[in-house]
């Protein structure tokens, strides 16, 4: 069961590598998108550590659904993603750009400062 996982997350990684790299193809991307690719990036930082604050995370990111993710901001050139995990009580930050690349992801209390206000 376990190697059947790691297969599941291995494909949905390799796929996923297209959406950073490429997003939509054009133009910027909406909300649905931002929420996909913040769920997405969750899960690849179980995995492994990608230069993000954050670095590698637990697998309980693995069962986030996407009602738990949601766009606390939106500005000219980026999104902020809120992603609160109920297992953990931990939350999670990511600055997405409107062209769909991961700017950065970072825990709650180290965000705050970096965009202007506090969540």
């Not at 990111?61 to 738990?68: F, I, P, R, S, Y």
């Not at 766009?71 to 993603?81: A, M, R, T």
């Not at 931990?90 to 209390?109: A, N, P, Q, T």
């Amino acid at each position: 069961m376990n190697i059947l996982k790691k297969i599941i997350l291995i494909s949905t990684l390799a796929i996923s590598a297209s959406t950073f790299a490429h997003s939509d193809g054009h133009g910027k991307i909406n909300a649905n998108k931002v929420i996909s690719i913040a769920q997405t990036s969750a899960k690849m930082l179980t995995f492994k550590d990608h230069g993000m604050s954050v670095g590698k995370i637990d697998k309980s990111w693995n069962d986030l659904t996407k009602e738990q993710f949601r766009i606390v901001e939106e500005g000219k050139s980026n999104f902020i993603v809120k992603a609160m995990n109920t297992k953990t009580k931990r939350i999670l930050y990511f600055d997405i750009s409107k062209k769909g690349e991961i700017k950065d992801v970072k825990s709650g209390g180290s965000f705050s400062g970096s965009h202007g206000h506090s969540h």
